[in-house]
């Protein structure tokens, strides 16, 4: 559906400057808290879930298994971003935020409550499936409407750098995940930590939770929505006309995030693990690691999104992508080296090319679908580009490394995936920046 700027213009006020930024605020703190707890599961996935809740398989299928359901969440990603995105379009993006936030609230701590298969057997596994699952449900629906709150509030021309509050929720759900774990490691000795010092992360969560629901119900309706339902321009299915009249933007997308997601998750996932069982360095030394690739990754979203909003989109992704593309390799052989200096440039390199593939994603996200489907369309490319390319990551790596012996057949993995990005990249095409702020309004 296509609207001229008269078909918009409505009794909707447009957002003040202090909406802007609690809406923003909103946008980063509930991204945070949705990402810690899906990350703190990632974190106990490499460090004591194959010896918790898969113990009746040796180490090494034990470790594949608890890599495997990180994976198998992001199969419910996309059924969350068809479900949240389709209630999104209808119903509005400030109820789905709440709700998102809640299930996955409960889901985490339920993990924390889980008992181990040495208390209860085979249904501890099935359970910790069943609540990871649920975890993948809300991320699918959390990114597009956290997304779209704060691009669609923002002000014009600096829908680039609004757009990273919801972005920014990823490093800093995992630097709060990673520091957790971390005091919990450090405060508890090893035996402890397995028996129960890795549950206090997951029970934190409760409290977290709390705080971003009282801050995301504090905010107002996005604007562009409330114009739609004003006009009652919404659609009856708006996953159907994402697939039948978006198929190029949802292909792009899609793009988009698959090298960001596959990559970002060996930071997130999969070094902690390698570094502890294969470096042998402490699980302190690769929680620290893991905070300084988080950091630098912030700190260029930020940068990467303002900057769009100057150059474009299409420009800072190309660039991020190609310095993605050629870090695949000195990645590896500088984590290899089992340096800590040598292995903070590895992961701070790293960082900067995943935060320059995300920051502009929100922008960009909305730039691609129109208003009255764009919650299901952001939705479920996200979605779709976590399973391609970040869903089974870690255990793509395990795999790799154990069927080859080294390193560097993750880092042509990594290749392979930044190509494919590369070619979405190519395709990506970009209007003025009136005609992006326009479609981005529902105005053309």
Not at 69 to 95: E, Q
Not at 284 to 291: D, P, R
Not at 375 to 402: D, E, M, R, T, W
């Amino acid at each position: 559906m296509t609207q001229s700027p008269s078909s918009t213009t409505g009794s909707t006020a447009e957002p003040s400057p202090a909406e802007v930024r609690r809406v923003a605020l909103a946008s980063l703190v509930g991204t945070t808290i949705e990402w810690y707890d899906f990350f703190i599961y990632a974190a106990a996935a490499g460090l004591v879930f194959s010896q918790l809740f898969f113990t009746a398989l040796d180490p090494s299928t034990a470790l594949l298994a608890s890599f495997a359901t990180i994976g198998v969440s992001f199969v419910a990603r996309p059924v969350g971003g068809i479900l949240a995105g389709h209630l999104g379009d209808r119903v509005g993006r400030k109820k789905m935020l709440v709700a998102t936030l809640l299930v996955m609230g409960l889901s985490t701590t339920g993990v924390g409550l889980l008992p181990t298969y040495a208390s209860i057997g085979v249904a501890a596994p099935i359970l910790l499936l069943a609540l990871r699952l649920l975890q993948g449900l809300s991320a699918g629906g959390e990114w597009g409407g956290a997304a779209l709150m704060a691009v669609e509030h923002a002000p014009p021309g600096r829908r680039g750098f609004f757009g990273t509050y919801p972005q920014i929720g990823v490093p800093l759900g995992l630097i709060l995940a990673n520091v957790v774990f971390l005091v919990a490691s450090s405060a508890t000795s090893r035996e402890q930590f397995l028996a129960w010092g890795w549950r206090v992360p997951f029970l934190l969560s409760i409290l977290l939770v709390g705080v971003g629901l009282f801050v995301r119900a504090r905010v107002s309706e996005s604007p562009v929505f409330t114009r739609l339902r004003e006009q009652r321009a919404r659609r009856s299915a708006p996953m159907l006309t994402v697939l039948r009249d978006q198929p190029r933007a949802l292909l792009i997308a899609i793009g988009l995030f698959i090298a960001n997601n596959m990559i970002g998750y060996l930071l997130i996932a999969f070094i902690t693990s390698y570094g502890t069982r294969t470096l042998k360095l402490s699980s302190t030394t690769m929680l620290a690691v893991g905070i300084v690739g988080a950091v630098v990754w912030g700190v260029v979203i930020v940068w990467g999104g303002a900057w769009s909003d100057r150059v474009g989109r299409k420009r800072v992704y190309l660039i991020g992508t190609i310095a993605l593309l050629v870090w695949c390799f000195p990645f590896f052989l500088l984590l290899d080296t089992a340096s800590l200096p040598l292995m903070l440039l590895a992961v701070a390199g790293l960082g900067v090319g995943l935060g320059l593939t995300y920051g502009p994603q929100a922008a960009a996200y909305a730039e691609l679908f129109p208003a009255d489907v764009r919650y299901s369309g952001a939705s479920f490319a996200y979605a779709l580009g976590a399973i391609i390319g970040g869903g089974f990551a870690p255990l793509a790596a395990q795999a790799l490394i154990g069927a080859t012996g080294t390193s560097l057949s993750v880092s042509v993995y990594m290749v392979v995936v930044c190509l494919i990005t590369l070619a979405a990249v190519l395709a990506l095409r970009e209007g003025t920046p009136a005609e992006r702020e326009a479609f981005v309004l529902g105005e053309t």
